[in-house]
């Protein structure tokens, strides 16, 4: 069993930066590729990026590329969403998920951009003004 927490989250001008934490509990956090998604009010929720159990491996999708950054401390249970750059359109409640599959297996939620992730945290508010 594994718990997830996020936090960080808040409001931010566009063009700003904010760093999200997601903190899991459990001896086992380094056994599961972790990964962030997103859903903005009226739509579904949608991947955002992901990582390997080493944190040697990462993707994400286009929309962030080059302005948000995953990546992960094994040692204190936690794995980071760096964003920079801001626009209003990344305005969304964020997720934090936990995966036993690796990365680039065909069954991976996060490869397959599906919400078949093994957990999932409560989620926290991104909001960015123009």
């Known amino acids: 069993q594994v718990q997830l927490v996020e936090s960080g989250g808040g409001l931010v001008q566009a063009g700003g930066s904010l760093r999200l934490s997601c903190a899991a509990s459990g001896r086992t956090f380094s056994r599961y590729s972790m990964g962030w998604f997103r859903q903005a009010p009226g739509k579904e929720r949608e991947f955002v990026a992901a990582i390997s159990w080493s944190g040697g491996s990462t993707y994400s999708t286009d929309s962030v590329k080059g302005r948000f950054t995953i990546s992960r401390d094994n040692a204190k249970n936690t794995v980071y969403l760096q964003m920079n750059s801001l626009k209003p359109e990344d305005t969304a409640v964020y997720y934090c998920?936990?995966?036993?599959?690796?990365?680039?297996?065909?069954?991976?939620?996060?490869?397959?951009?599906?919400?078949?992730?093994?957990?999932w945290g409560q989620g926290t508010q991104v909001t960015v003004y123009s």
């Open positions: 998920a936990a995966d036993a599959s690796p990365i680039y297996n065909s069954d991976s939620c996060y490869y397959a951009h599906s919400l078949t992730c093994d957990y």
